[in-house]
C-alpha cells in the first residue's frame, strides 16, 4: 500500500497537493502492475494522524507532501490549521515504533533530506529533497517515480526515471519551503538515500511473479548497476559474498535431496499462500457456534472470496497470498437467520489463524415497540406520526401487525403537535380518552400534566386524567 498525506497549513504558500495525489493515482491506474499497488490518502495530516493511519493501513510507502524547513522540521496542520513542525529526530522515533511495514519514505518537501537520513537508519529506501524543490517539479518527480514502481521496477530505477522526467521538463510552481520567496531557484534535488544492508535497486515493490517488496531483480529487466545508489562493495567482499551464496545452494541442494530420499514432502515456503479459519458464534460472552450453514465472504485486494459454513461453524480459506500478511481486510458473513455484526467486519490476516465472528440475529426476528414498524433492523425501528397510521395501529388487525395491544393501552408517539393529553398510570398519551374525566386547565393535576407532557414536546389543549 502506499499511503499518502498531505499538509498544506493556513498562513502559508498553498501548495497543489491535489494534483500531486491526483497524477500519482493516474500513473498507478495506468500501469502494467496496478493490482499489486493500493494507494490511500489522508489530507490535512496532523503529527497524530501519522502514527493513527500505520497502525490502520501498514503501508510499505509513506509518501508526505507538503512544507518543509530544514532542521526545524516537516510542516503538519494544528488543531486550528496553522503550521505544526516535526522535527526529523521525532519522525524516526514514530517510524521505528508504529511502522515495522514501512519500506519506502518519499518526502516530498524542501529540504527534507535532513528527515531522510534520520529515517534511513530504521526504513529501507528514503527519498528526500537537498534543496529547495518546486511545487511542479515536485509533482512530475512523484508521477514518474511511482508510474516505474508500477511497471515492476526497482525503487533506484523509479528514482532515476523521476530525475529524468524532471530534465525533459523546465518545472516552476510554489516553492515547497513557507519561507521562501516566490522569485526562488526551483532546483529539484531529489535524493535517495538506502540502509547499509540495503541495496535500493533490489527492491521491487510490484513485481512479475506476483510478490511485491522482492528483494531479487526481474529476471527479464535491464541491468541497472548503473543505478544503484548504494556505494560498490569491495572485489574482496563480492568474492567472499558469492562463496557463501555458492555454499548456501550447495547446502539447500543437499538437504532436497535428502528429503526427496526420505520421501519426505519440502517444508512450505515462508512467502508461500497460507490458509485461516473463520468461525461463527452466537452473542458475545457465548462461544456457541450459531451457524452450520452459510457463506462467508473475504475482501483481499482485488479478490473477493466466499466460503461454504461446514458442520462444525467454521468456514476454510486456503491460498491466499502471503503479501497480505497484516493486512486489514473486510469480512462479511451470514446464515439463517443470522448476519455478522457489523462491529466485526475487519479482520488483520495472519497465516494459520482462527478468527470468531460475532454473529447477530437478522432484521426479521425483532419485534419492535408498540408504536413502532417492525420493519426496521434493531435499535432502529420507526416510530408511527400521522393520523392515518394512529388510527390503523389502534385496530386490532393492525395492532398484531405491530405486535401491540389495542388503542387504550398502545404507546404511540406521534411528532409534536397541538391535541389533547390523557395522564394514564403508564405513560402520558397525546389523545383524549372518553373513559377519563376531562380536567379545567386550572387544576393543579392539569398543570402537572402540562408540566410532564412539555418534557416529550407535546402542547396540550385539552386535559385528561386516568386513574
Not at 150 to 178: D, T, Y
Amino acid at each position: 500500500m502506499v499511503l499518502f498525506l498531505a499538509a498544506n497549513p493556513q498562513r502559508v504558500q498553498p501548495l497543489q497537493l491535489g494534483e500531486e495525489c491526483r497524477a500519482i493515482e493516474e500513473n498507478l491506474r495506468a500501469a502494467k502492475f496496478r493490482d499489486q499497488i493500493r494507494f490511500r490518502s489522508r489530507w490535512a495530516a496532523r503529527p497524530d494522524d501519522l502514527l493513527q493511519a500505520l497502525n490502520e493501513d501498514t503501508p510499505a510507502i509513506l509518501h508526505f507532501s507538503g512544507h518543509g524547513v530544514g532542521d526545524q522540521g516537516l510542516c503538519f496542520e494544528s488543531e486550528d490549521g496553522s503550521v505544526q513542525q516535526v522535527s526529523a529526530e521525532g519522525l524516526a522515533q514514530v517510524i521505528r515504533a508504529a511502522g515495522p511495514s514501512v519500506r519506502v519514505v518519499v518526502l516530498n518537501a524542501c529540504y527534507s533530506e535532513v528527515q531522510a537520513l534520520a529515517l534511513v537508519r530504521y526504513v529501507p529506501c528514503v527519498i528526500g529533497m537537498s534543496d529547495a524543490v518546486g511545487d511542479e517539479a515536485a509533482i512530475i518527480y512523484a508521477a514518474s517515480f511511482y508510474r516505474a514502481l508500477a511497471f515492476g521496477k526497482s525503487v533506484a530505477n523509479a528514482h532515476h526515471q523521476g530525475l529524468a522526467a524532471l530534465a525533459l521538463h523546465a518545472p516552476g510552481g510554489a516553492p515547497r519551503h513557507v519561507r521562501m520567496a516566490a522569485t526562488a531557484p526551483r532546483a529539484p534535488a531529489p535524493t535517495l538515500l538506502s540502509r547499509p544492508d540495503t541495496d535500493a535497486s533490489l527492491v521491487y515493490i510490484a513485481h512479475a511473479n506476483g510478490s511485491p517488496l522482492v528483494t531479487s531483480p526481474d529476471d527479464n529487466a535491464p541491468a541497472q548497476d548503473d543505478l544503484t545508489t548504494t556505494p560498490r562493495p569491495p572485489a574482496r567482499r563480492i568474492h567472499r559474498r558469492h562463496t557463501m551464496l555458492l555454499l548456501l545452494v550447495t547446502l539447500v541442494a543437499s538437504v532436497a535431496a535428502w528429503r526427496a530420499l526420505k520421501e519426505e514432502p519440502p517444508p512450505p515456503s515462508p512467502d508461500g499462500p497460507f490458509g485461516l479459519v473463520v468461525r461463527l458464534h452466537g452473542p458475545a460472552g457465548r462461544f456457541a457456534i450459531v451457524c452450520t450453514s452459510g457463506t462467508v465472504t473475504l475482501d483481499i485486494g482485488t479478490d473477493r472470496r466466499t466460503e461454504n459454513v461446514l458442520s462444525d461453524g467454521a468456514a476454510r480459506f486456503t491460498k491466499i497470498p502471503h503479501s497480505f500478511v497484516n493486512e486489514s481486510a473486510p469480512i462479511g458473513a451470514s446464515c439463517d437467520g443470522y448476519e455478522a455484526d457489523e462491529s466485526y467486519t475487519q479482520i488483520s490476516l495472519a497465516p494459520d489463524q482462527t478468527y470468531y465472528v460475532l454473529m447477530r440475529e437478522q432484521c426479521g426476528n425483532h419485534h419492535c415497540d408498540p408504536g413502532e414498524t417492525p420493519e426496521a433492523c434493531p435499535g432502529d425501528c420507526h416510530v408511527i406520526t400521522d393520523d392515518a397510521a394512529v388510527d390503523a395501529a389502534a385496530g386490532m388487525d393492525a395492532a398484531a401487525e405491530v405486535n401491540a395491544p389495542a388503542r387504550d393501552h398502545a404507546r404511540i408517539y406521534p411528532s409534536p403537535s397541538q391535541g389533547p393529553c390523557t395522564r394514564t398510570p403508564g405513560a402520558i398519551l397525546h389523545e383524549a380518552s372518553s373513559r377519563c374525566p376531562k380536567l379545567k386547565s386550572t387544576e393543579p393535576d392539569a398543570r402537572a400534566i402540562a408540566s410532564e407532557a412539555k418534557e416529550k414536546e407535546y402542547t396540550c389543549t385539552e386535559f385528561y386524567r386516568c386513574k
